[in-house]
C-alpha cells in the first residue's frame, strides 16, 4: 500500500497562510492523481483540490480557487497544498489522497489516504 505522512496540525489567524505537506513513506507511481480533501465535524468529506500525475493540470473547489494552490514533487513522492487568506470556515481536517491516472472530484475515486491534518483558522 500507499502510504502517506502529512504535516502536523495548522493554526493560523484568519487572513494568514498555511502549507500543508504530504510525503509518501513507501513506493508511489507517477501515474498517481494526488488531491486534498477536508472535512469538519458532522459534514461530508469534501474535495478541495486535485493535481494531475505531470502535475500540470488542476482542479479545484470553488470555495478555494485564488487562494489555495496545489503543487507536487514527483521525486519526493509529496504534495504540497499552499493555503492563503484562509478563513475560519477553512478550519477542517484535510486528508491527502491518491488515485490513478484522472482527476476526480470524488472521495470514493482515491485509493489511499493520509492521516488527517488538523488545520484551524482564528477569527
Known amino acids: 500500500q500507499v502510504q502517506f505522512v502529512e504535516s502536523g496540525v495548522g493554526l493560523v489567524q484568519s487572513g494568514g497562510s498555511l502549507r500543508l505537506s504530504c510525503a509518501a513513506s513507501?513506493?508511489?507511481?507517477?501515474?498517481?492523481?494526488m488531491g486534498w480533501f477536508r472535512q469538519s465535524p458532522g459534514k461530508e468529506r469534501e474535495f478541495v483540490v486535485a493535481?494531475?500525475?505531470?502535475?500540470?493540470?488542476?482542479i479545484y473547489a470553488d470555495s478555494v480557487k485564488v487562494r489555495f494552490t496545489v503543487s507536487r514533487d514527483n521525486a519526493k513522492n509529496s504534495v504540497y497544498l499552499q493555503m492563503s487568506s484562509l478563513k475560519p470556515e477553512d478550519t477542517a481536517v484535510y486528508y491527502c489522497?491518491?488515485?490513478?491516472?484522472?482527476?476526480?472530484?470524488?472521495?470514493?475515486?482515491?485509493?489511499?489516504w493520509g492521516q488527517g491534518t488538523q488545520v484551524t483558522v482564528s477569527s
Open positions: 489522497a491518491v488515485r490513478p491516472y484522472y482527476l476526480s472530484k470524488r472521495a470514493s475515486d482515491y485509493d489511499y
Open positions: 513507501g513506493r508511489t507511481s507517477s501515474n498517481y492523481v
Open positions: 493535481i494531475s500525475p505531470s502535475g500540470g493540470t488542476t
